[in-house]
């Protein structure tokens, strides 16, 4: 189990994230939700250890990460928002270069790498560099990156952006799948739709803060509102929507 408890990052004067205290369990897939800013890829980047957090401690199956650092990021998998890869390289020695710095055994991955990149249609581009490569084809190098080691965490942040429909499909499926074996999945995104689909348990940050922390179905009935979708605008935008897309239209339609 993902465990973060009171965790704050402050950046000189900013509070970034505020007080957040969330549980991730296996079998079940957590999404991580809130508008820009809210301080949603700052927790992504502590509990991946990429950022040290203000205050606050984050546990992974009972033991603070920061005890044993390297032995829980080689049970992490992760996917971050923006797809930084070395253009350089192709799609297959990058992933062959994730295998080497893992340690992983060389035989071994090397048929993962090559059953991953068939079953993400990109064995027929593995030689091209990644330059070449499309955002969702980039898209597909890093979540296969992030599975080369079988994690028992995995980590997504924006994991949709850029595929096609069907990859999505498949994504969405995959993620379900691995949940059901026992990894423990939180997933950040801005597609309320997928995340309502995928996710048993969302949590709702805004401003820094936890607004929303229970399952999807609980959160509809109390709040008397029938999608995702409502439940975030309720709690986590502070626009009038409406109001401001007759603002737009009659802006430009003028």
């Known amino acids: 189990m993902l465990e973060l408890r009171h965790i704050s990052k402050r950046f000189k004067s900013i509070c970034a994230v505020d007080d957040v205290s969330l549980s991730a369990r296996p079998g079940e897939i957590t999404g991580y939700l809130g508008p820009n800013g809210s301080g949603k890829s700052?927790?992504?980047k502590m509990?991946?250890?990429?950022?040290?957090p203000t205050s606050g401690h984050i546990f992974f199956n009972g033991q603070p990460i920061e005890t044993d650092l390297m032995?829980?990021?080689?049970?992490m998998g992760y996917v971050p928002e923006e797809p930084h890869l070395y253009s350089h390289l192709s799609g297959l020695?990058?992933?062959?270069m994730i295998g080497q710095l893992r340690n992983l055994p060389?035989?071994?991955?090397?048929?993962?790498?090559?059953?991953?990149?068939r079953l993400l249609s990109l064995h027929g581009d593995r030689h091209a560099p990644i330059s070449a490569y499309s955002k969702g084809m980039r898209q597909k190098v890093l979540l296969s990156a992030a599975l080369l080691h079988n994690p028992d965490l995995l980590l997504l942040d924006e994991p949709f952006s850029g595929l096609d429909v069907g990859t999505g499909l498949i994504l969405r499926s995959l993620i379900q799948e691995?949940?059901?074996?026992?990894?423990?999945?939180?997933?950040s995104s801005h597609e309320l739709e997928t995340v309502e689909r995928v996710c048993s348990h969302v949590v709702i940050l805004h401003r820094g803060r936890i607004v929303a922390d229970d399952t999807i179905e609980r959160l509809r009935t109390l709040m008397s509102v029938p999608t995702l979708e409502g439940i975030f605008q309720q709690l986590a935008v502070e626009q009038d929507t409406g109001a401001i897309s007759c603002d737009i239209a009659d802006l430009v339609g003028a």
């Not at 509990?47 to 040290?52: K, P, R, V």
């Not at 020695?93 to 062959?96: G, I």
Request: charged residues 25%; without cysteine; proline residues 0%.
């Open 47 to 52: 509990i991946t250890g990429l950022l040290q």
């Open 42 to 44: 700052t927790t992504m």
């Open 71 to 75: 032995g829980y990021k080689q049970r």
């Open 178 to 187: 691995l949940a059901a074996r026992g990894k423990v999945v939180l997933f």
């Open 93 to 96: 020695e990058y992933l062959v």
């Open 106 to 117: 060389e035989r071994a991955t090397a048929e993962r790498i090559d059953g991953l990149l």
